[in-house]
């Protein structure tokens, strides 16, 4: 009966952890694939125009635009909800693509990864770049057999939960139009 109920336990462990080695292995693939793009940057196009098809298809970005907007989603039309989003994922992409010098790799370290709930997961780093130690935590989700990053916790703070602050307070002050022309002057900058 001990060997049946060990035998019983390292199948479930097993279980468990595939999903999470599967979105490790994501970030993995994801984190290559844009140092790759920022250690052979080419003339002529923006590192955003650069790591935009790199990152769209590993990042959620209606679910984090969704989250950073918060209960005010709701108040937007479906046109104004799909603005949002393009509007979001160019600043979001923008932002990110301003962290990385060309040529310069950051040193990255994978630590343990965990499942906090079922088809999530959290993959927990630290990375050194230009001196500097970071940590960083991408948070996944399962859709429909693809893991997505639906958030990063930069040095402990949400990348969500600090638009959310941003927006939140937009949406208090002047609703959905007030967020939307936050949005909008973001896209021109």
């Known amino acids: 009966m001990k060997k049946f109920c060990l035998i019983l336990f ?5 279980a468990q952890a595939a999903p999470v080695d599967d979105a490790e292995a994501a970030v993995r693939e994801g984190v290559a694939k ?22 769209e298809p590993r990042i959620s970005f209606e679910t984090m635009t969704r989250r ?3 209960p005010g989603w709701r108040q937007f039309s479906s046109a104004e909800q799909s603005e949002a989003v ?10 990110y693509s301003k962290k990385f010098t060309p040529g310069e790799q ?12 079922p088809d999530k997961a ?3 780093t630290t990375m050194l770049y230009k001196g500097n ?16 990053v639906t958030d990063m916790q930069v040095e402990g703070v949400s990348f969500i939960a600090n638009y959310r602050a941003q927006f939140d307070a937009l949406y208090k002050k002047g609703g959905v139009a007030a967020v939307m022309d936050s949005l909008r002057q973001s896209s021109l900058q």
């Open 10 to 14: 390292v199948i479930a462990a097993a």
């Open 34 to 55: 844009v140092l790759a793009v920022t250690q052979n940057s080419r003339g002529g196009l923006s590192m955003a125009d650069q790591l935009q098809p790199v990152l």
């Open 68 to 70: 950073a907007i918060g």
């Open 86 to 95: 393009r509007l979001f994922t160019k600043l979001v992409i923008r932002s």
């Open 106 to 117: 950051p040193e990255i370290k994978y630590l343990k990864p965990s499942a906090p709930a």
């Open 122 to 124: 959290e993959i927990p």
């Open 133 to 148: 130690r970071y940590s960083v935590l991408y948070r996944l989700e399962n859709r429909s057999g693809k893991w997505l």
